[in-house]
């Protein structure tokens, strides 16, 4: 039996696995160091641990943005794949081919992200990620063990250096995935390119975040606009746009098309994905997300949420909450007034309004795609089924 | 009169003004971003911030790296330009086309410098680069500026997040640089390799080097090795063998005989660069360089010449420069103690005669080169010369 006739649930699973797997793979090809050039064994060992936390820090991602890349491509080819299964010809050999090349453009997002997440954990000053020490945290970590004469201060230094550089090196890994995959697509340059703009926008979305920190809280209109620029920017960028794009660029469509098309589905889809996430920060049960409530709310991030509740809020209400969010900190009887004031004023509920109309909008761009790129129905249930896993399901009506 | 047959120096000038004309017009290009699309006017001014800033660390270099990738194509070309001199074809015209594709991978070098400087100087937390404000510390100011309301901690905190997304930035727009200009040359994959091997070992550079702050004092076997490997990974990599290797690349060399003959040539001469650079901070006069004296001896930097010392002192030296480099901080009186001992022990003269030494090992490099590559004298004599810019003329017998 071959994969593609297996229940669709277990055809995810097999290619979760499989992603996983290629990621370390990939980062061990494209980071890897003959440690006899490396100067001493303590200099090399200290290249050894960084790249052993380039692979932890890898680890224990939903591969989400992965899962959509090889979705996009089997929408474009379903049919091919079902006329090569009774053929087995070499035809069949060269679309696994290209579908593997196709599996490495979608491991370098990951990739990419990793390497995102590391430099945001040091900006942010973040202790954990996905229920671990940060990279920065775990390599200071490291140093303070192999070093017995570093003093703690040192040692957080030099992690936090060393998490720099793996950052760094992340990144670039994730250009020469990209680069060793394009090289054998019809229009590598401008799958390259895609992939750059993707750093870039999300780098670009990086500098709007911390800049929106500084936003004032009268001006919810900015406050509003902020967010929705961090959501396009920071979110949407790498976790819809970009996955899409490069699904269809690989599947040979020009690059002009596949940029409309994946802004159009990507861009409401990325920005609700990021809505419900916020959302879940003040409405979620912590055993289930592993984080505690209210953690945007005690970091004082400006959020749509925040917007929404500052304009439907009484005097009162506002000034409590203008007051609380420009205060150094917020106390957990704090976190819970917010979080009434978000449901109170309707700003929850507005919230859901949002993710619903944008899921509507991308539902409506998969359409549109589907008879641009003149595909089947098949097409759309393929990427409708895709696009939804970043939409809470009760929100999917 | 065209340029090529003007005097060498003043084809030096005219090439250096269009290197650092082109370098801000590709900066622009590939990190510029519709404001409208950036939030509030808040937000899109932080990013014009970060852009203008971009442009300002770019600024003040001597582009030696750039020349070099210059000077190889026009060693490998220099007959071609002269035969089309009188022809004045299609052909000149298309030469012409491609050496404006070699200045901007020369170009990608150089922004990629300036991204790692920036990262550099955050790691190391350094107030000043090129006799300005380091770029987390300009932006740090800037915020201060741009919003009345933040602390000078806050600000500090925000311009280290603001470098952290420069430096992510430049990488970026590097490889896009290169991929622009790649996609138009024979093997467009090969060169985006060399670009990001470039790329990884100067970040696995930097772990080393950071590595190398921890070596044991009695271990000066450990210290010379750890100083080369991170001469190796750290500036020989981009400052010689990746502007050789990407100017045979460009000029149709295949990748694996451009690989052998840039790191033949640019191994031994980027260490030369560094060990002279290391030199100049003991020798140099501070009203040249702009440079206090002894920087490194200050930062307690594990150096050849530190090693070189205590292998060639008595007992009683050897212990004081322990315990003087083990100490947290080293005042005036150390630094000149430990400079007379430098010259003193012979290891001043130890690093000349290794300058003196490797610079040999890269003329015999070319020299093999030009037989490989089966080239006129002609291009012996002017890899030379571009080469030789990078060892002081004392040195170069």
Known sequence: MTVINRPADERETIEREAIERRIGTLIRETCGADPSLLGSDACAGVYADTLRQALTSSEGGKRLRAMLV?????????????????????????????????????????????????????????????????????????????????????????????????GDLLATSSVSIVNGAASRMPDGAAIIDSFLLMHRDVEIGQVLDLAAERIDLNDTTSMRSNSLAVFRWKTASYTTIAPIRLGLLACGVDHYTARRLSERIGTPLGTAFQLADDLLDV?????????????????????????????????????????????????????????????????????????????????????????????PDRFATVMTDACARFIPADLRD
Do not use: N
Not at 92 to 116: P, Y
Not at 299 to 327: H, I, N, P, S
Not at 349 to 366: C, G, K, N, P, V
């Open 283 to 375: 409405c979620a049960d912590p055993a289930v997300t592993g984080k505690p409530v209210g953690g945007d709310i005690r970091e004082g991030k400006r959020t749509v949420l925040l917007a929404d509740a500052l304009d439907a809020a009484g005097d009162d209400d506002a000034a409590y909450l203008r007051r609380c969010f420009e205060a150094a900190g917020r106390d957990d009887d704090d976190v819970r007034r917010v979080i009434a004031l978000f449901h109170g004023t309707g700003a929850v509920q507005r919230s859901r309004e949002r993710i619903t109309d944008l899921w509507r909008q991308s539902r409506e761009a998969i359409e549109d795609s589907r008879r641009a790129l003149r595909r």
């Open 70 to 166: 090889m979705a996009v491509f089997d929408a474009m080819h379903d049919e091919t794949l079902r006329d090569d299964e009774g053929a087995g010809t070499d035809e069949a050999a060269s679309t696994r081919t290209l579908r593997d090349d196709v599996r490495d453009l979608a491991c370098a997002i990951e990739v990419f992200q990793t390497a995102a997440l590391v430099h945001d954990d040091i900006i942010d000053d973040s202790d954990m990620r996905r229920g671990r020490p940060s990279a920065h945290r775990a390599l200071a970590e490291t140093m303070r063990r192999s070093f017995d004469d570093v003093s703690p201060r040192f040692a957080a230094s030099m992690g936090g250096g060393l998490g720099i550089m793996l």
